[in-house]
């Protein structure tokens, strides 16, 4: 509306500057109404009269006169004269006509681009709204998912009190149960310690009373017949295995140890036997040194017999492994020997075959044997003490068949243990040993 009311006022404006031109023009003529119609516009213009026309009466009392040439032509020149006027006027006029009529179609061309802005605007504003509309939405979103996030975490936190609490509890119960099992495996030693004596002393008596009875009262297993090592038994026309009559070397001390008969050819003297746990291999050095244990069953021949014979003629080791999923392993070396007690039965070993390992469990060059009461390793910590048992340890080295022994199920990462590294590692006990010797030229 505004819009139109804007035209006309233009239109007054320009068609009153017009009048005032076409007025100041004639002002000096006598008046007379010419009217233009235009569009919706219409335009009426004064046009002067002549002052010197003269009046009608004056006209009718003088019709000589009127005919007059002189008369005549002079008003013939103003006639003349007016209708220049008036058609200059009237040029002027149709020219101002045009930009009139150019004015309106920028002005209506103006109209639709504001119209077209206006509707623009509007649905800009009504897209603000749905963005400020969806903003509020989610920004009520964010607070609900805010508050059930602390929520949350709270309960979390809670929860998290709650373990700590129970994890300190549960290492509680954990340290009770650790003192608890050092105390029991204590009494274990010592059950283990009675046992083996009281089978020392069932031994003693047995072989007090063997020995007061006929010689032919001993087992079907045991031979009366002396020999320097098994070796010598089976080439004497010993076969069978069992229990053998061996004596020291330059000496008539005897000793009795179990002999292989069948292994890899026979003739194998045992110094070791690991199978059942029934005898505690926590020795002294003195134990060690004359040997302990059934030759039937576990038993330690004693260092002192395998130094003085294996240093008589060149003999070779064999050790036989079991593990407790059933596989067997063995590692063979090609010559073995131990020194004297002088430097503590220092092992020496040498050319190593077999399916237990590539590298030696035994560390080399050759240790000294330790034991708990005789710490002659290569570490400040006493391995005999801390892993149990007696062996040739270095710093207490990859093997120790003389660990505790740890039954099925219990017998992983237990580094007390029987353990044979370059096998099964470092923390698994195996279940059975064997030791064994015999003469290289067999």
Known sequence: MWQLVFFTLSCDLVLAAAYNNFRRGMDSMGKRQYQVQQGSCSYTFLLPETDNCRSTSSYASSAVQRDSPLDYDDSVQRLQVLEDIMENNTQWLMKVLNQTTRLELQLLEHSLSTSKLEKQILDQTSEINKLQDKNSFLEKKVLDMEDKHIVQLQSIKEEKDQLQVLVSKQNSIIEELEKQLVTATVNSSVLQKQQHDLMETVHNLLTMISSSSAKNSFSAKEEAVVFRDCAEAFKSGRTANGIYTLVFPNSTEEIKAYCDMETAGGGWTIIQRREDGSVDFQRTWNEYK????????????????????????????????????????????????????????????????????????????????????????????????????????DACGPSNLNGMYYPQRQNTNKFSGIKWYYWKGSGYSLKATTMMIRPAGF
């Open 290 to 393: 004359v040997g302990f244990g059934n030759p039937s069953g576990e038993h330690w021949l004693g260092n002192e017999f395998v130094f003085q014979v294996t240093n008589q003629q060149p003999y070779v080791l064999k050790i036989h492994l079991k593990d407790w999923e059933g596989n067997e392993a063995y590692s063979l070396y090609e010559h073995f020997s131990l020194s004297s007690e002088e430097f503590n039965y220092r092992i020496h070993l040498q050319g190593l075959t077999g399916t237990a390992g590539k590298i030696s469990s035994i560390s080399q060059p050759g240790n000294d044997f330790s034991t708990k009461d005789a710490d002659n390793d290569k570490c400040i910590c006493k391995c005999s003490q801390m892993l149990t048992g007696g062996w040739w340890f």
